[in-house]
Nanobody, 122 residues
């Protein structure tokens, strides 16, 4: 089992920045690919970013590419999502997930956090 706890969400004005953190406990964190997903009210959960177990490979949804950066610190069992130039359409609950492969497919992830709310005002 892997337990994931997100933090860092909040209310920010458009154009601002937030950094989300996801702390992992349980099984060896460095064995897992990690992903961030988000779900806005009335919408399906969607992929945001993913990172390989080593941190060498990263993937982004097109709408956040160039604005968001995913990173990880295996010594701290933590994955981060730095979000810059935030837009109102980025408003959602953000979830981190751990899986055996870093992927845009939510079905590939075995463990999920409880989510953290990000609200971007215009």
């Amino acid at each position: 089992q892997v337990q994931l706890v997100e933090s860092g969400g909040g209310l920010v004005q458009a154009g601002g920045s937030l950094r989300l953190s996801c702390a992992a406990s349980g099984r060896t964190f460095s064995n897992y690919g990690m992903g961030w997903f988000r779900q806005a009210p009335g919408k399906e959960r969607e992929f945001v970013a993913a990172i390989s177990w080593s941190g060498r490979n990263t993937y982004y949804q097109a709408s956040v590419n160039g604005r968001f950066t995913i990173s990880r610190d295996n010594a701290k069992n933590t994955v981060y999502l730095q979000m810059n130039s935030l837009k109102p359409e980025d408003t959602a609950v953000y979830y981190c997930a751990a899986g055996r492969a870093n992927s845009a497919d939510a079905a590939k992830y075995d463990y999920w956090g409880q989510g953290t709310q990000v609200t971007v005002s215009s």
